[in-house]
């Protein structure tokens, strides 16, 4: 596989935004082939002991992806991006839309779970009207999908400069697996309309009273946006599978991937 690096305009956007280093102790290794190197296993699914050594040692690549992940690290770089480009107006608050996918995990660890398609790990997505991920869940696969709906939701923050953070879409789309009383009380509380329809009931079932479930049909068609995004994550081998037992590399793999998307975004 040929060299793979950030652009000159993606690193001006990601250098200032990196952890200061240290004044003592030892160096860390060099960011900009340290971060290349995770771009590298990510986009063509190696192991670690395969990672070519001009990127760094393997051990040193691996590890730096841990320990941004358990501190934050990542995720702050995402929100930090994702708010520029909420501040030029690039993203679309008007439809979020909300679904899950599954990710087999072949070596087992925490966040796996057992279902009809094998163990692996759920992958729980929000993404804005053009298919840019607002917020990100992982969880065992065994969990239902409207379970972890607003946990989902609340990974939704993104920065401003005064005030607090984003967090509401207007309207959210969602297939019918959301249909949930309890689910839609929780849209309500935080202000968030909903494009959820209900789910097939037998002939004989009679429905409660009160508000009458309703989904648009225009906006319910527009619910490949999120499919299509699963698919733009798709395209980095080493997410299609999860390899990693620790939890915290693979959030690591993931949370790097979704700020990428946003990476590419704001350098156009």
């Known amino acids: 596989m040929s ?6 305009g993606q690193w001006a956007v990601i250098q200032p935004l990196l952890p200061p280093r240290a004044k003592t102790g030892r160096p860390r290794a060099d960011d900009r082939k340290t971060l290349e190197g995770i771009l590298f296993v990510l986009h063509s699914g190696c192991r670690w002991q395969d990672l070519p050594r001009r990127y760094g040692a393997p051990t040193a690549v691996w590890r730096r992806l841990k320990t941004w992940q358990e501190d ?29 996918s599954f990710a087999p995990a072949k070596k087992g660890g925490e966040g796996v779970g057992l279902t009809r398609k094998g163990t692996g790990t759920k992958w729980m997505l929000v993404v804005d009207e053009s298919g840019l991920p607002l917020g990100l869940h992982l969880a065992s696969a065994q969990q ?9 939701l609340d990974a939704v923050r993104v920065p401003r400069p005064r005030g607090r953070p984003k967090q509401r879409p207007a309207r959210l789309v969602a297939d019918r697996a959301y249909d949930s009383a309890a689910f839609r009380r929780a849209l309500r509380r935080r202000g968030i309309g909903m494009c959820i329809p209900a789910k097939r009931r037998p002939k004989a079932w009679c429905p409660k009273r009160g508000r009458p479930v309703v ?6 068609a527009r619910r490949w946006t999120v499919e299509r ?30 700020m990428l998307l946003y990476l590419d975004r704001l350098v156009r």
């Open 3 to 8: 060299n793979v690096r950030f652009t000159d």
């Open 72 to 100: 934050g690290t990542w995720l702050r770089l995402w929100r930090a991006v994702l708010g520029r480009l909420d501040a030029r107006g690039r993203l679309d608050w008007t439809c979020a839309f909300l679904d899950g």
């Open 144 to 152: 239902a999908e409207v379970s972890l709906a607003e946990r989902t």
């Open 215 to 220: 989904a648009r049909r225009e906006e319910y």
């Open 229 to 258: 995004t699963f698919a733009w994550l798709g395209n980095y081998r080493r997410v299609l599978i999860r390899w990693e037992r620790l939890l915290p590399v693979y959030q690591g793999f993931l949370t790097f991937v979704v």
